[in-house]
């Protein structure tokens, strides 16, 4: 028997009623306005709606910002496999989106791959807007795991210093020569995790 007075079924909103799990979900919103904080359960287009009047600032890391390390301006861009799978999304979602075409190759299979290249703030802001906020896309995470049976289908997006990695070799390959870092490079993914190797000297060996 579902229980009537659970708060979390219900959003304070519309006052409509939904499953307590799944993509519907209300979830606890918190908004700021004026110094007060307001806490509340939200159904998926409450949230739109609210996070339409009240945005979210961008999580850190995300928008783009200046190296101190370089003085390179670097501006995070993730994959169009790492958009659907951090961020939920599916291809309609970024098909018109502003993107950078980059490339890399496998010199022992000759061959050159393409692989488009996302601004992350584009995406976050498109998936902020399906999903209803950042509460909303890591919901949706739980949701895609629940379906595929408890599997972690989607991995959170990097944080901390492999963030900072990942985003200062992909904007020096880039840079370079509009090559993509790929993480299955062993020079990339030993930079990336473990800082080993010197940038510029990663970037030199692959471009040449
Ligand atoms: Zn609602």
């Given at each position: 028997m579902p229980n009537r007075s659970n708060p979390r079924l219900t959003c304070q909103s519309c006052g409509e009623r939904f499953p307590n799990r799944g993509f519907e979900q209300p979830l606890l919103v918190n908004i700021g306005w004026r110094g007060v904080l307001q806490s509340h359960f939200l159904c998926l287009q409450c949230r739109r709606k609210a996070y339409n009047t009240f945005q979210e600032p961008l999580p850190p890391g995300i928008d783009a910002y200046t190296d101190h390390i370089h003085g390179h301006t670097i501006v995070p861009r993730i994959t169009e496999t790492e958009a659907r799978r951090q961020y939920c999304l599916t291809d309609c979602h970024f098909r018109d989106m502003p993107h950078v075409i980059t490339a890399y190759s496998v010199r022992s299979a000759g061959h050159v791959y393409k692989v488009k290249l996302y601004e992350e703030r584009d995406i976050v802001r498109v998936a902020r807007r399906v999903w209803g906020g950042d509460v909303g896309i890591a919901n949706a995470r739980e949701c895609y795991s629940w379906q595929n049976g408890g599997v972690t289908y989607t991995p959170t997006p990097p944080v901390g210093i492999e963030r900072v990695r990942r985003d200062r070799i992909r904007q020096a390959f880039l840079d370079w020569g509009f090559y993509f870092a790929t993480p299955t490079l062993p020079c990339v993914s030993n930079y990336v995790n473990?800082?080993?190797?010197q940038l510029s000297r990663i970037v030199a060996i692959y471009g040449n």
């Open positions: 473990y800082g080993q190797g």
